[in-house]
């Protein structure tokens, strides 16, 4: 028997049992006759105590630990004179009678604490060791709990989790595919999935109704800070349903984690915003609502008054921020700097000061004290605070405008990790253009369901149609999004049009799920979220990567197993693949 109790379990009421504990060596103190070692295991720490009473072995090896050494120790315990409220096994420690050591420990490359010296590549290729510590650990606690909660939420909805494939077929739409060369076909690929979209949908087909998987995607997109190549989705589709039926639902669904996770209850249903309100009243499609400072729109009060910078811009938009009148010239310097960032991309900034002894600006010299009231007004601004304005080119603007409102509620603190402020962002457009490849590609995906008021516009303005689709976005950060899905052939067809793909394309790519939908396919929707981001915000972190066993750094590389690596050149013959030298 290796242990009777694990390293954090212990407490007063077990004072005086024989116990056997083993775990790792954490820290050993020698204080000249007597030496303390902490021992740790997943569970916690217990104070170990070898003291002049000890038999002389005992001395001995506890002599010999370090850290990291994996021990197993037997002893009595006792209560402890001076106790730790710290960790739960601090009113006690256990009186060693014997120690082995079951396997020793080279010295670690940085401290097993919850402050370590160690930097993040350093801890990324010895992740087996940082997952030892606390943090990373309760991260993966937190992971867990969650799965287990949408797990048993979802099963009690009457959900079926079903696994779908990882060896796909690629598809040009979306991010770009990772691909899987296949040694029996040489010359042909699979592709890793993006989402498990086009299955989810034949499962609907098939008749299965609800069903749902917590599964990896993979999505070979440029790396960006934070950004994972694999991911975990929590994917969801129902049958028979409409965008309500999925909302309430899913709501439900982070309801039930911010209740058995958190243990916040939100009463009320989660505020619902068309996609074009979202941008005109915080220049983002998923707005942080954990503050105010919406947008507002100057244009007919500011232009014609021999403001040039007004008068020739698109879009002239402002945010109040309160209780800011007093801000020194070098705190607006340093505002003025930050919207002028290559990242923020304003030209400048214009504020008006609504102090309590009268409103002054910057642009005094054209516009009058009223003029001034009339903007503070419209703002519904209060003396005391300060209004700050943007122009430009509208869609350009309305960004910068978002930055600067995210900026100035970092200064203020109105960003708290305990507040969590969901909103369904709805309406989104179906298509986007794009320039460059002069055509429209779906601002979801291509199985998205127009509204059906807005189909007519296929014929006229395909820029215009509103997409039966929406995004959960908690406190800024998108965590889940989805759609009502086109279930009709021929519907499926005109989007295929309206993306530009020949219907040789289309059958090509996407002929399994369109012959599908001639054998009765139910009308579908569903949504997928972010897990890893979930949990994330879940554990109020900025950073996915705790919250993922073993993650890749922002290069897209496993740091640990050293992967992307080269293969064999008889690996490279097998799968009839020539790389290209260098
Ligand atoms: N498959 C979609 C995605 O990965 C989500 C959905 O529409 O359900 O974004």
């Avoid at 039926?245 to 009463?267: M, N, P, R, S, Y």
């Avoid at 909103?423 to 460059?436: H, K, T």
């Avoid at 516009?457 to 976005?473: C, E, H, S, W």
Wanted: hydrophobic share 40%; proline share 5%.
């Amino acid at each position: 028997m290796y242990r009777s109790h694990t390293c954090g379990e212990l407490r007063i009421a077990d004072t005086g049992k024989q116990v056997t504990l083993s775990g790792w060596v954490q820290r050993v103190r020698n204080l000249g006759g007597m030496s303390f070692i902490d021992i740790r295991d997943r569970y916690g720490v217990t104070q170990v105590v070898v003291d002049d009473a000890s038999s002389q072995d005992v001395k001995d090896i506890s002599a010999q630990l370090g850290r990291e050494y994996v021990i197993q120790v037997s002893g009595v315990v006792v209560e402890r004179a001076s106790k730790n409220s710290k960790i739960s096994t601090g009113d006690i420690e256990v009186r060693a009678e014997a120690i082995k050591i079951l396997n020793p420990s080279i010295t670690p490359p940085f401290t097993i604490e919850d402050e370590t010296d160690g930097g993040d590549e350093l801890r990324m290729k010895y992740r087996y060791l940082d997952l030892r510590r606390n943090p990373v650990k309760n991260a993966l606690l937190l992971r867990h709990r969650m799965a287990q909660e949408v797990r048993r939420y979802l099963d009690g909805e009457g959900f079926i989790e079903v696994e779908t494939p990882f060896l796909i077929k690629s598809t040009p739409e979306g991010a770009r595919d990772f691909v899987v060369p296949s040694r029996m076909h040489p010359g042909e690929f699979y592709a890793l999935p993006q989402s498990p979209q086009t299955f989810k949908q034949l499962l609907m087909v098939a008749g299965f109704d609800k069903y749902f998987q917590i599964v990896k995607c993979f999505r070979d997109e440029d790396l960006r800070a934070d950004r994972q190549p694999e991911f975990t989705q929590i994917d969801c589709e129902m049958s028979f349903v409409e965008r309500d039926d999925v909302l309430q639902t899913f709501e439900g669904l982070v309801k039930h984690l911010f209740a058995k996770v958190k243990g916040i209850e939100f009463k009320e249903q989660f505020m619902r915003m068309p996609y074009s309100e979202a941008m005109e009243k915080y220049g983002s499609d998923k707005p942080d609502l954990r503050f105010g400072m919406e947008f507002v729109e100057l244009n007919a009060l500011v232009k014609g008054k021999g403001f040039g910078v007004f008068d020739n811009a698109e879009y002239v938009g402002a945010i109040c921020v309160p209780g800011c009148a007093g801000y020194t010239r070098k705190q607006l310097d340093e505002l003025t700097d930050f919207v002028k960032r290559p990242q923020v991309g304003a030209s400048g900034l214009v504020y008006i000061r609504y102090a309590e002894d009268g409103i002054k600006s910057t642009i005094d010299k054209f516009y009058t004290p009223d003029d001034l009231l009339a903007i503070a007004k419209k703002m519904a601004a209060k003396p005391g605070d300060l209004i700050l304005i943007l122009s430009g080119a509208k869609k350009k603007t309305l960004t910068a405008l978002c930055e600067l409102r995210l900026e100035m509620g970092n200064r203020l603190g109105l960003r708290s990790k305990d507040v969590f402020a969901p909103l369904w962002v709805v309406d989104f457009p179906l298509l986007e253009w794009d320039e460059e490849a002069q055509r429209y590609f779906a601002m979801h995906h291509p199985f998205t369901s127009p509204k059906p008021e807005d189909i007519p516009l296929f014929k006229t303005d395909p820029g215009k149609i509103r997409a039966n689709a929406y995004d959960l976005v908690i406190n800024g950060v998108e965590i889940g999004g989805g759609s009502i899905r086109i279930f009709d052939r021929e519907l499926q067809q005109t989007m295929f049009d309206a993306l530009g793909f020949t219907k040789e394309e289309a059958d090509k790519q996407f002929g399994f799920l369109l012959n599908a939908f001639q054998y009765g396919a139910p009308p579908h929707g569903g949504i997928a979220f972010g897990f890893d981001r979930l949990c994330s915000l879940f554990g109020g972190a900025d950073s996915i990567r705790d919250y993922i066993a073993f993650p890749k750094n922002n290069a897209g590389r496993d740091v640990m197993i050293d992967t992307p690596s080269t293969i064999s050149q008889q690996q490279l013959d097998e799968l009839s693949i020539q790389v290209r030298k260098k």
